[in-house]
């Protein structure tokens, strides 16, 4: 069974960080790209970060230099840290395991509500 499970949402002040954290199992991480991606109320989910298994990154334009996502193999982990938050990066956020970086997801996690506001 694929389990991928978030957290480190919250409501934080334009301009304040956060930390997302999206847990799995060994297994997960040495079979899938692991990714991040937001939802806005009334759009289509988007891509924010991803990483391949041999550890390569892509960054959206949207958040690029803001926004970094890394991992921990040994705690089967991906993060996303979040710097310089924006009202407008308010959205639900979700970690996705996928085939590979260029495909959509295949398993996601139940989703973090991040809000930014003063």
């Known amino acids: 069974q694929v389990q991928l499970v978030e957290s480190g949402g919250g409501l934080v002040q334009p301009g304040g960080s956060l930390r997302l954290s999206c847990a799995t199992s060994?297994?997960?991480?040495?079979?899938?790209?692991m990714g991040w991606y937001r939802q806005f109320p009334g759009r289509q989910r988007e891509l924010v970060a991803t990483m391949s298994r041999g550890g390569r990154t892509n960054v959206a334009d949207s958040v690029k230099g803001r926004f970094t996502i890394s991992s921990d193999n040994a705690e089967n982990a991906v993060y996303l840290q979040m710097n310089s938050l924006k009202p407008e990066d308010t959205a639900v956020y979700y970690c996705?395991?996928?085939?590979?970086?260029?495909?959509?997801?295949?398993?996601w996690g139940q989703g973090t509500q991040v809000t930014v506001s003063s």
């Open positions: 060994g297994t997960i991480f040495r079979m899938y790209a």
């Open positions: 996705g395991a996928s085939l590979g970086p260029a495909e959509a997801p295949g398993f």
